[in-house]
């Protein structure tokens, strides 16, 4: 079953415009954390925020906010003021606690966010 | 300064000719990571190491094994890459076993068979 999904293989957005990416997760775990990271079309992914099911508030870090429906199972990433430099793919991502207390990072397939002048 | 260093960042290799790609972090973390990753696709967890202990995805081929003589080093060999193998090939360490642990890659190894 698919554990990580994000319905948007492709998004436009108008530079310093806000965005949103969809991200919905599925799990039985009461406790689970949600990531998400933007990969460049170098190849590095690079950590963008956290999300963890316990907390109460949505995560921020700088542009990036995290939309956190629990309830929905749904962790948007919101992109506020778009910048060219915001064009790459952007992945979400979930780690729960396993049988095997391996933790693993699993991830969804993606959305590729191109910024227009 | 980079944390996690993958080398090379390119490879060629021979259909069926064996390969090994390394990965080495200066974070002293814990957890080492391979994943797999084709054109437009997520990545997919290979295998990973927690210490010197080392965890086998059930989907993994045989054709994939590791090693991770150190904490600071972890190898990644394919025994006789076939056409398919070709893919991103991405290192991650973390510090721990826990939910809110990020992980930090590498800039991945871009592997092509001929």
């Known amino acids: 079953a698919q554990k990580i999904t994000q319905t948007q293989p492709g998004m436009f957005v108008q530079e310093k415009e806000a965005v949103t990416l969809d991200c919905t997760y599925d799990t039985s775990d009461p406790s689970y954390g949600l990531f998400w990271y933007k990969q460049p079309s170098s190849g590095e992914m690079i950590f963008l925020i956290y999300?963890?099911?316990?907390?109460?508030q949505n995560a921020t870090e700088g542009r990036y906010s995290l939309n956190f429906q629990k309830a929905r199972k749904s962790a948007n990433l919101v992109i506020s003021a778009s910048q060219l430099g915001d064009s790459a793919m952007y992945f979400c991502a979930m780690r729960e606690a396993r049988a095997d207390s391996s933790y693993k990072l699993i991830f969804g397939s993606g959305t590729r966010l191109l910024v227009r002048p | 300064d980079a944390m996690v260093i993958q080398n090379p960042r390119y490879q060629v290799t021979q259909f069926g000719k064996p390969v090994t790609l390394s990965c080495s972090q200066t974070l002293n973390h814990n957890v080492m990571y391979w994943y797999q990753q084709k054109s437009s696709q997520a990545p997919k967890l290979l295998f990973h190491y927690y210490d010197k202990d080392f965890n086998n995805e059930a989907d993994t081929p045989d054709n994939f094994q590791s090693r991770r003589p150190n904490t600071s080093f972890c190898f990644l060999d394919i025994r006789s890459p076939g056409l398919g193998d070709a893919a991103m090939y991405l290192c991650?360490?973390?510090?721990?076993?826990?939910?809110?642990?990020?992980?930090?890659f590498g800039q991945g190894t871009r592997l092509t068979v001929v």
């Open positions: 991650a360490t973390s510090r721990g076993r826990t939910l809110n642990t990020e992980a930090f």
């Open positions: 999300q963890g099911s316990y907390d109460q």
